[in-house]
């Protein structure tokens, strides 16, 4: 397991970026089945995905080569578990932007992501970079069910646990 080292709070300008960024993904539909494969795990192989009517579904966008991405993973597995037995409708899909899929499953394997996680998928071509409009990582957005953004938090949640944990409270009441 990874230890998350203490995260560097941002220079004010740097946050109020971050912020920004954030709020221009608000009401964009994400392109759920555009370039998306699951892994299905008892098949041993990567299908196409075919995007869930969950009422509410967290996103993470990551990179294996991105630290920040990597360390939030526990925290995002712990949050996701939780969410998934305290709301109905809920769930988490983890999207890693690599086109190297024994890169994706050597760091699985390496840094122990993952290990209750059945949502993992890998996507190809741009439509969700294009979508989002940035290339920072991680990202994390809270979808509805028509896949529009409702919540959205650019780089690590692991600070920002409270704000991701209340979004998911307040979202998930609204999705009812």
């Known amino acids: 397991m ?3 080292t ?3 709070l941002l220079p004010p300008s740097e ?3 971050l ?5 221009s993904l608000l009401n964009r539909r994400l392109p759920m089945g555009s370039g998306l494969r699951i892994w299905n795990r008892q098949a041993k192989q990567w299908e196409g995905y ?3 009517t969950a009422r509410l579904t967290m996103v993470n966008l990551w990179s294996v080569d991105c630290p920040p991405c990597i360390a939030e993973m526990p925290t995002l597995d712990a949050m996701a578990r939780q969410f998934t037995k305290e709301y109905a409708g809920y769930s988490s899909l983890i999207v890693s932007e690599t086109t190297d899929e024994r890169e994706l499953f050597l760091s699985i394997h390496k840094y122990k992501l993952f290990t209750n996680q059945e949502n993992i998928l890998i996507y190809t ?3 969700l970079r294009d979508t989002l409009g940035t290339n920072k990582k991680p990202i994390t957005v809270l979808i509805d069910r028509d896949a529009v953004i409702r919540q959205a938090f650019v780089g690590s949640i692991i600070n920002r646990r409270g ?3 209340e979004s998911v409270a307040k979202l998930s009441e609204v999705a009812k």
């Open 2 to 4: 990874i230890i998350p």
């Open 6 to 8: 203490p995260a560097v």
């Open 19 to 23: 912020r920004k960024a954030e709020s």
């Open 163 to 165: 704000e991701l944990a």
């Open 15 to 17: 946050d109020v970026e």
């Open 50 to 52: 075919r995007p869930a």
């Open 125 to 127: 071509g741009s439509a």
